[in-house]
């Protein structure tokens, strides 16, 4: 799987962002993208990333057996990062999370429909049967999206969140079956345009 | 973390007492043994395979109590019971700390699990922590019912989300208990 990158992905607007595993070197474009959204943006997600501990441990101890950060560049600039979290000696080894961030102008582009197509091969690849997203329950815009691919809401958990400014959330857990999920891509990839590269 | 109530020496039940301490680097070969003491249906439901020697060999590869905190029960040289606080402390989810604990199978039934997870507790509230979470498998009615004795509830159950050591599915039960100052 990992040796089909580099790719190129297409973007709605005719311009296009290469994809690839992140390695040691991207520490500082991954930093300079996560300082580069706006508070609004960090104010929901899941780590402090404008802590430069927080990238340089995930780019320091990369194992991609458990942590599979995939990067979208533009111009040698990380523009989305899209990852696949398992457990692979754990009761949840079948079991894979997903998590994404796209920056601010590469948003209604298909680029998260193109990012999670990465996430979801990869997780076909590595046979994991089931995949979960975590979002706070306010988060309509992601929550739609992942019902759209045929997640389901399966859990709310009570203040489980506490966002940038120490406000308490409730967590939503949705899940998809892998085999479900490419069902879902296959019949969607067919209705749109009949390729990978995803267009709403 | 309350590191200077340790080492602390607590009685059981039956009057054997044993020792509460922060796990170490040194304790790899004592938790490795710990681990190959317990039987089959024990190790069938732990969250970690640790009948794998390399698993719990990285554990000690970075010993971090303000992420991991790892209580031991001790008696002589022998570990009989490890119980450890999991926190992730630059993120969403800073304000929550989770609960593992397992017994040696000869000191079960003497309160040993209640007290190492009142240590936990006592440690988490210090932390100022606000809600702990503990996941045990749908059918492990002695540990639900030991959470459930101290004060957790049932938050949530995630249909499948465990494999056990024989590759059976289980639902996964999510208990909370609030800590925070409100609660």
């Known amino acids: 799987m990992l040796e089909e990158y580099p790719k190129t992905i297409s973007l709605k607007d005719g311009s296009t962002v290469i994809c690839r595993p992140m390695v ?34 995930w780019v320091q101890d990369l194992d991609y057996d458990r942590v599979l950060p995939i990067l979208a560049l533009s111009d040698d600039r990380v523009v989305a990062n899209a990852t696949l979290h398992r457990n692979p000696y754990g009761w949840m080894r079948h079991v894979g999370a997903i998590r994404m961030v796209v920056g601010e102008g590469f948003r209604e582009k298909g680029l998260a429909r193109s990012m ?43 203040d489980h969140v506490l966002d940038a400014d120490n406000v308490p959330h409730d967590l939503l857990i949705m899940t998809n079956d892998v085999n479900t999920l490419w069902q879902k ?11 990978w590269n995803m267009e709403d | ?29 004592a938790l490795l043994d710990f681990f190959t003491s317990l039987t089959d249906e024990d190790r069938l439901y732990t969250r970690s395979d640790v009948a794998n020697v390399r698993v719990v060999r990285s554990w000690f590869d970075q010993i971090d109590y303000q992420r991991v905190f790892p ?32 017994v040696a199978p000869d000191y079960r039934k003497l309160g ?28 492990q009615d002695i540990a639900i019912e030991v959470f459930t004795r ?25 208990m909370t208990k609030d800590i925070g100052e409100q609660s």
């Open chain 1, 24 to 57: 040691k070197k991207d520490e500082g474009p991954l930093l300079e993208f996560f300082t580069s959204l706006s508070k609004a943006d960090r104010l929901y997600l899941r780590d402090d990333v404008t802590n430069p501990e927080v990238v340089r441990s």
């Open chain 1, 116 to 158: 999670a197509a990465e996430v979801f091969q990869n997780a076909i690849a590595a046979k994991l049967e089931k995949i979960t997203a975590e979002m706070l329950t306010d988060q309509h815009d992601a929550r739609r999206v992942f019902s759209r691919l045929g997640f389901q809401e399966e859990a709310v958990l009570k």
């Open chain 1, 185 to 195: 891509w296959m019949e969607f990839s067919e209705s749109v345009s009949g390729s």
């Open chain 2, 1 to 29: 973390m309350l590191l200077s109530h340790y080492p602390k020496e607590i009685q059981l039940k039956d009057g054997t007492s044993v020792i509460l301490r922060p796990m170490t680097r040194s304790d790899e070969g």
């Open chain 2, 71 to 102: 209580l031991l029960a001790v008696s002589g040289d022998e570990i009989v019971g490890d119980a450890t606080l999991h926190r992730k402390p630059y993120s969403w989810m800073r304000h929550m700390g989770g609960i593992r604990i397992i």
């Open chain 2, 112 to 139: 040993l699990a209640r007290i190492l997870a009142d240590e936990l507790i006592e440690n988490a509230v210090d932390e100022g922590l606000e809600r702990l979470t503990a996941d045990v498998v749908v059918d």
């Open chain 2, 150 to 174: 101290l004060g957790f509830r049932k938050e949530a159950t995630l249909k499948d989300y465990v494999l056990d050591a024989e590759d059976v599915k289980h639902d996964l039960v999510m």
